[in-house]
């Protein structure tokens, strides 16, 4: 093992490790796993002061999953899939982060993580070839590799409304719900934001609350979730065809989720023909609504037929057609925002303790101690819920100070945006991995599909180097250069960048627009990772220790 520790313990109790992970969440826990699997040293920090990532912090009302849960889950232990049971086809929050712990307990996965401990900083040594890693705790510990399991959406953000802070009542962000119990009964609530977090926590705050207004800035499509209790047939019967399924959702499925593959556009159908189709779907419920056809994505006149169908069913849901009209979307196409999975989101609105109110056309002018005044008008609320989303993918690693070759930080490099090989590496900072990273799949996948595909890559890798005795890798610029042109290019070639989503980086002032992830598919975007391994890492520069010594000293 030429550049990597030798004995792991001694070197680990001296701060020194093979690899320093930042994240506990999906991503970190099972990087952990197989470096250490693999005889490498690794100390994870956490945040947080448990494990779960995501499912740690978004403790919403309401808050679940909008993949089925039997395939949001981990793929690499047969024992682990064959012995849990989900309770439900979408589990809620309180679930998936007993699924995380209990993860985290069979694979005794804690004693290598440092809890509620924040990455600050992470310097690259050019002469030592190793990374400093800085935590809040005042501690520096030295690393070969640093892998960031920060998450694509873990960065929550406050909105910058005036008077925020002068509001007397409770506020509270969904992506930071506090983890003692919040009870709404006999309150005015205000929920800001009707992204699927907003969407997901209206049904259940309106249930409790005395009366909800929502402030709705931009109507989003959502399909009904149709959640149910699992069967033990239903359970059995993924448990039985997991290879098959896990399989296909890895290697052929676009989005990383078992299902049957269109065969059609939607301009192919008559009118009769394609309403009974989306009907289907519909009554199904879920993402998969959106693989009906295979160009929705695509073609507008083809979305356009989808984006109605929706538009259709709002309407006879919601009794008041004025707020029908208001829910219906049309600032984008279809699917291009990520899609919103419900339950009883529209009907909420026909209750008689919510109320609806556009601040597209009357802006929030200020909060006000004792409510939201927008348009003239003031809506007095006794807790505000801020359902306005995340710095997404580049938001929890722009938090972390990482400074590579020639004392460059990665936000100096990513001013003008995101520049990543594979959404993996980045040019000028060797031996720093992103895990699902801008220019993969990443959130337009089933993200524990493409959590498995980067940690499974990134540990052969690393015992790729050990077995070769290099001490470095680095993306190549050019090889960077044309990865980013093609992620581009893909994304142009689709509907997606007509959204004003933050997949584009759009939710957040002065972010620049760049459409971050990789709209190629899982499928394929594995298989080029498979190839560019297979070809000696193609496009990455491997260093042997005595070579990148002297390249750092000349
Ligand atoms: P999203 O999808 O980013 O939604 C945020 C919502 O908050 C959206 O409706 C925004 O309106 C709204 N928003 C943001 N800032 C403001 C301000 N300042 N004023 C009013 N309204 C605002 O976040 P979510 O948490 O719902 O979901 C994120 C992902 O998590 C989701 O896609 C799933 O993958 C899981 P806008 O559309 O910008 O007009």
Redesign the pocket.
């Known amino acids: 093992m030429p550049a990597l520790q030798s004995n792991p313990g001694d070197n680990a109790r001296a701060g020194s490790f093979d690899a320093v992970v930042v994240g506990a969440g999906f991503a970190g826990m099972y990087m952990l796993y197989r470096l250490r699997g693999l005889g490498f040293s690794v100390r994870v920090y956490e945040h947080g002061d448990d494990v779960g990532g ?1 499912w740690y912090w ?1 403790r919403y009302p309401g808050a679940r999953c ?1 993949v089925e849960s039997m395939q949001y889950s981990y793929s690499f232990s047969d024992e682990l899939q064959q012995e849990w049971d989900w309770s439900e086809r979408y589990a809620p929050q309180p679930e998936i982060l007993k699924y995380a712990n209990h993860v985290a307990d069979r694979f005794d996965l804690r004693r290598d993580i440092q809890f509620s401990t924040r990455v600050e900083s992470a310097v690259f040594d050019e002469r030592a070839n190793r990374w400093s890693v800085t935590t809040s705790d005042g501690h520096t510990v030295t690393a070969q590799f640093v892998i960031l399991a920060t998450g694509c ?1 873990s960065n929550a ?1 406050m ?3 005036k008077g925020l802070s002068g509001f007397k009542g409770k506020v509270y962000h ?2 930071h719900w506090p983890h003692e119990p919040v009870d709404f009964t006999g309150q005015r609530v205000g929920v ?8 997901q926590s209206v049904p259940v705050i309106a249930e409790q609350a005395d009366h909800l207004t929502v ?4 109507a ?1 499509f959502s399909i009904p979730a149709r959640n149910l209790p699992l069967t033990d047939e239903e359970r059995q019967a993924f448990r039985q065809n997991y290879r098959e399924i896990r399989r296909f959702a890895r290697e052929e499925a676009r989005n990383g989720i078992y299902t049957d593959m269109p065969d059609r556009g939607a301009l192919d159908d008559g009118g009769n023909e394609r309403r009974e189709r989306y009907e289907a779907r519909w009554s199904r419920g879920g993402l998969t609504f959106m693989s009906v056809y295979n160009n929705l994505a695509l073609d507008k006149a083809a979305n356009d037929t989808a984006a109605d169908f929706v538009r259709q069913k709002i309407a006879e849901i919601v009794e008041d057609p004025e707020t029908a009209r208001l829910l219906q979307p049309t600032s984008h196409p279809i699917g291009t ?2 899609i ?1 999975i419900d339950s009883d989101y529209y009907a909420a609105f026909n209750r008689p303790n919510v109320t609806l109110v556009d ?2 056309a009357n ?2 002018e200020e909060i006000v101690p004792t409510g939201v005044r927008a348009g003239d008008k003031l809506y007095e609320v006794d807790a505000l819920v ?5 710095d ?1 993918m580049t938001g929890s690693v722009a938090k972390i100070d990482i400074t590579g070759r020639q004392a460059r930080t990665l936000n100096q490099k990513w001013a003008e945006g995101p520049r990543t090989y594979l959404g993996l590496m980045s040019n000028g900072f060797p031996n720093l991995f992103l895990i699902t990273g801008p220019g993969s799949p990443s ?1 337009l996948s089933n993200m524990i599909v493409s959590i498995e595909q980067h940690v499974d890559w990134i540990a052969h890798c690393a015992a790729y180097m050990r077995e070769h005795g290099c001490e470095t890798m680095e993306a190549n610029r050019d090889a960077e250069d044309t990865w980013v042109a093609h992620v581009n290019d893909v994304a142009h070639g689709t509907l997606y960048p007509q959204a ?3 997949y584009m980086g ?2 957040i002032p002065g972010k620049p627009r760049i459409f971050m992830p990789y709209i190629g598919g899982v499928g394929q975007y594995r298989q080029i990772c498979n190839d560019v391994a297979a070809k000696g890492y193609e496009g990455f520069t491997m260093t042997a220790a005595e070579r990148s010594k002297k390249a750092a000293v000349s």
Not at 192 to 199: C, E, L, N, R
Not at 215 to 218: D, G, N, S, Y
Not at 386 to 390: I, M, R, S
């Open positions: 995501t978004n909008d959406l953000r909105p910058d409304i969904t992506g800001i934001g009707t992204g699927s977090s907003g969407i402030f709705q800035r931009t989003n925002k990520r919103c601040i597209k802006p929030i801020l359902a306005t989303g995340f997404a959130v004003n989503s933050w759009a939710n």
